[in-house]
């Protein structure tokens, strides 16, 4: 079992950045590639981003590339997504998820999630 805990929403004016955590609890998190994913109000929740278990791969929804980067520090059983030049259409809670089944993008491909952080941007 996994337990996901994201931290360090919050509002920032456009053009602004945030950090993103999600420490994991559990001995597997290395097994695991995790994920990002966010959620607007009245919308479905969509991929952000995804990382391997050894981060030596990523991938990016086409609305975030180039601005968001996400990255994993497996000693420390943390992953994080650094979130540059936001934009009012980012706003949304912002998920972090494990996939045992590898770099994966849609939501019931991941096993595990976290509660959600609010990350806000205002015009």
């Known amino acids: 079992q996994v337990q996901l805990v994201e931290s360090g929403g919050g509002l920032v004016q456009a053009g602004g950045s945030l950090r993103l955590s999600c420490a994991a609890s559990g001995r597997t998190f290395r097994s695991y590639a995790m994920g990002w994913f966010r959620q607007a109000p009245g919308k479905e929740r969509e991929f952000v981003a995804v990382i391997s278990w050894s981060g030596g791969s990523t991938y990016y929804a086409d609305s975030v590339k180039g601005r968001f980067t996400i990255s994993r520090d497996n000693a420390n059983n943390t992953v994080y997504l650094q979130m540059n030049s936001l934009k009012p259409e980012d706003t949304a809670v912002y998920y972090c998820?494990?996939?045992?089944?590898?770099?994966?993008?849609?939501?019931?491909?991941?096993?595990?999630w976290g509660q959600g952080t609010q990350v806000t941007v205002s015009s």
């Open positions: 998820a494990a996939a045992s089944l590898g770099v994966v993008t849609t939501t019931r491909e991941y096993d595990y």
